[in-house]
């Protein structure tokens, strides 16, 4: 059995995908997958939170409990991570992987991410197959580009390594000494949508306004950098302004809407130092910051508001494997 965390990024979705930082914590909402060998030679995955039982056979997918559609698009990244690992261990065996997760999925906090580095821990460690975490970290990346199409990767690198890390495409991440409390609320919208078309509609806008666009990476760029300063000051007005502004940005390129505006202003009128989307978007998850002594009344803002709405913490712990 191995768990790997979830995510909220605090700066930079969207524009990391185009080659600019982010700023992204790993908070304490965990993907669990279990592996036992099997005596046949399918391989089978179940989900209870997704309602999801199938099992692959000769490369054919078999339904036992839910939507096709949903099954195929869920099961295949998990099934090219466990062939991988199969082929690093050099005998094909048959495989039961079973997933559980308490992270709401297609919901802006890395679900998909999360259950890939855990399945990947738990299927590498039940074959004896030395993973590193940037074993682990590979593998899921290459997964998550099957579900997403061109993610930056700064999902599977967060659910792997834990804690809070600077993300670039071009030079990898780097982990951030976070001393500083950041009390946040995460309001879901529970609008569900899908990361990969958030990403293909900025990419749209991006190629017929390039010189529009540019200017916002290069801003994006900047509210990172002062994000990191204003995080090392422990200075949360700034981190919360720049989270606004951030927002802007993220607004102009057309990922936010109308569910995340109405728990994004809640939380803002509530006393939020700021508030922002998180993730891809186009609903999903909002977060906002605020000082400890407001953080309850903002958390019933946003649910008042409608939000499905909850105290995030960070963690340091990326994928681990769990006790059996
Ligand atoms: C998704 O959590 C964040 C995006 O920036 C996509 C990515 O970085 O892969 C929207």
Redesign the pocket.
């Known amino acids: 059995m191995a768990s790997a965390p979830a995510?909220v990024?605090l700066f930079?979705?969207?524009?990391?995908?185009h080659g600019e930082p982010?700023l992204v914590l790993a908070i304490d909402k965990r993907a669990y997958a279990k592996a036992e060998k099997r005596e046949d030679k399918k391989l089978f995955i179940q989900s209870s939170n997704l309602n999801l039982a199938a099992y692959f056979e000769n490369d054919i997918l078999r339904i036992e409990r839910g939507n096709p559609k949903e099954a195929k698009i869920k099961l295949e990244p998990l099934k090219y991570i466990a062939e991988k690992i199969l082929e690093t261990h050099g005998e094909r065996v048959g495989l039961n992987i079973e997933v559980n997760s308490t992270v709401p999925v297609a919901a802006?906090l890395?679900s998909s991410?999360a259950v890939a580095a855990a399945v990947a821990a738990a299927v590498g460690a039940l074959l004896n197959v030395k993973m590193s975490r940037e074993d682990v970290f590979r593998v899921a990346y290459e997964a998550?580009k099957l579900v997403?199409g061109?993610?930056?990767?700064?999902?599977p690198a967060i659910s792997t390594f834990g804690g809070a890390l600077i993300f670039q495409m071009d030079t990898g991440f780097k982990p951030l000494d976070v001393k500083t409390e950041i009390p946040l609320v995460i309001g879901n919208t529970c609008v569900e949508r899908s990361?990969r078309s958030?990403?293909e509609k900025?990419r749209s806008v991006k190629e017929r306004y390039p010189q529009v666009v540019e200017p916002m990476m290069r801003a994006a760029r900047e509210i990172v950098l002062n994000a990191v300063e204003a995080l090392k000051k422990g200075s949360l007005d700034t981190v919360g302004e720049l989270m606004n502004i951030n927002h802007a940005l993220l607004y102009g390129l057309g990922?936010s809407d109308e569910s995340l505006e109405w728990l994004i202003n809640a939380a803002r009128k509530a006393g939020a130092l700021g508030a922002k989307l998180?993730?891809?978007?186009g609903g999903g998850c909002m977060i906002a910051l605020a000082y400890k002594d407001k953080i309850e009344q903002v958390l019933e803002a946003v649910q008042r508001a409608g939000g499905n709405a909850f105290i995030a913490r960070k963690t340091d712990e990326g994928v681990r494997i769990e006790p059996s």
Not at 12 to 17: A, K, M, Q, S
Not at 150 to 155: A, E, I, M, N
Not at 278 to 281: L, M, P, S
């Open positions: 995510k990024i930079g979705e969207h524009f990391v995908v982010a802006g890395g991410a998550e997403h061109t993610p930056s990767g700064v999902d990361t958030q990403i900025v990922v998180t993730g891809a978007g």
